[in-house]
């Protein structure tokens, strides 16, 4: 009873505060970043620079197919003003070296939209050149891959044979470039059927999220568990200044019962924030009855980690190093959530990486539940040292 009459007074306290409106706030902002300037799916923005070194109506017929599909449109020329540029260029079969040197003016593209056949979404934009000349001065302006396409007719128009000539920038990969080759080895036609005969088979059915709720997890993450790591040490701080914490020594309240009441008033703050981010964005879709388990559990275990920091300094200006030192440290994860490709064994250690993966996996429709449960355990165990540990350091230092 005690614990929760000293919780209602911190509640009142901090509603009379701006920390307790910041993390709202931004939480509010986010939103609002969120449903208008992030939109659900990627929109596509590759384009490529080609030229064909062959008659127009040859050229044409490459796309006619695709064009009556509805798989490519036809739209207005392009317009580039393109600046000076003066630069060599490498055959790498030969080792020849060409030197080009272009001034400033434009160049106008028959332009075409590409959309993928399956999806029906954009995909990217063609860039057709008037001359070779001109593919190589945008390949290089624009720092992307250009492309000279050339046929052989002497088997006849049935049979033509199509070269395709890269124009490559020198940072592309060794992957991508073998890809090139290999893509080309046969005909466009002939890897088309060897890729629709593939036998591809799911283990399972995939669960994807689309741009807008894939960042619904970090925005917990960062602002709310961290945001409450910070807010709960300016909690404390303040009231070092105001003598609050010394004023404990000569009362009968215990020093756990006014740490715990602090960490209540984070995950409350917590709870409100996060719940006006992930309801408006996922609707009814997560499990909320273990997303807010796992909240309150993940968000106690920093508030006890914030408490034990704030009790080693006398001001937060002293603990500034310490605390943006461990913030910095705990955002890393964040590069491996959105680069799968970037997973270290050595990352899965810091805290916010299970806390990443266990936000995912709630807001996902197939949640794995032994996953999040499991590090609901770790973090309530972590949570309950930590805090024992806060409480232990802050009796020691009423007296001093």
Do not use: A, Q, R
């Given at each position: 009873m005690k614990l929760l009459s000293s919780y209602i007074k911190e509640m009142k306290i901090a509603a009379r505060g701006f920390y307790f409106y910041i993390e709202?706030?931004?939480a509010v902002?986010?939103?609002?970043?969120?449903l208008v300037a992030v939109k659900e799916e990627s929109v596509s923005k590759d384009y490529e620079f080609v030229f064909h070194?062959?008659?127009r109506a040859i050229e044409d017929s490459f796309y006619q197919d695709d064009i009556e599909e509805g798989h490519m449109f036809i739209v207005d020329d392009t317009v580039f003003d393109v600046k000076a540029a003066s630069f060599e260029l490498t055959d790498r079969s030969t080792g020849e070296v060409k030197a080009y040197d272009f001034e400033a003016g434009t160049v106008t593209a028959r332009t075409i939209e590409a959309y993928d056949e399956k999806t029906g979404k954009f995909d990217k934009t063609l860039y057709m050149m008037d001359s070779e000349d001109d593919m190589l001065w945008m390949a290089y302006t624009e720092k992307k891959v250009g492309a000279r396409l050339s046929i052989d007719e002497k088997f006849g128009i049935e049979n033509i044979t199509v070269y395709y000539d890269y124009i490559m920038q020198g940072f592309e990969t060794e992957r991508f470039t073998n890809v090139l080759y290999v893509l080309h080895t046969e005909t466009p036609d002939t890897v088309s059927a060897m890729i629709d005969t593939q036998s591809v088979r799911s283990l399972e059915e995939v669960d994807t999220l689309n741009n807008r709720e894939n960042m619904v997890p970090l925005m917990v993450v960062f602002m709310g568990s961290?945001?409450?790591f910070f807010i709960v040490m300016a909690y404390i701080f303040l009231d070092k200044?105001?003598?609050?914490i010394k004023a404990l020594a000569v009362?009968?309240?215990s020093v756990w019962?006014?740490?715990?009441s602090k960490a209540m008033v984070i995950m409350t703050t917590v709870l409100v924030s996060s719940s006006v981010i992930t309801i408006p964005v996922m609707g009814l879709q997560p499990n909320y009855a273990l997303f807010y388990l796992y909240l309150i559990i993940t968000t106690f275990t920093f508030a006890a980690l914030g408490l034990l920091i704030a009790s080693f300094f006398d001001t937060i200006e002293k603990s500034f190093g310490i605390l943006y030192f461990t913030m910095i440290a705990l955002m890393i994860p964040a590069f491996s959530y959105f680069i799968p490709s970037f997973d270290p064994v050595w990352l899965r250690y810091f805290p916010t990486y299970p806390m990443l993966q266990g936000f995912k996996e709630i807001i996902m429709s197939g949640?794995?539940?032994g996953y999040v449960l499991t590090y609901c355990g770790i973090f309530a165990v972590a949570g309950v040292v930590l805090f024992a540990f806060a409480n232990y350091r802050f009796k020691k230092t009423l007296t001093v």
């Open positions: 709202i706030f931004m902002l986010l939103l609002v970043i969120l070194d062959m008659d961290l945001m409450g200044s105001e003598g609050v009362t009968p309240s019962k006014y740490l715990m949640t794995d539940v």
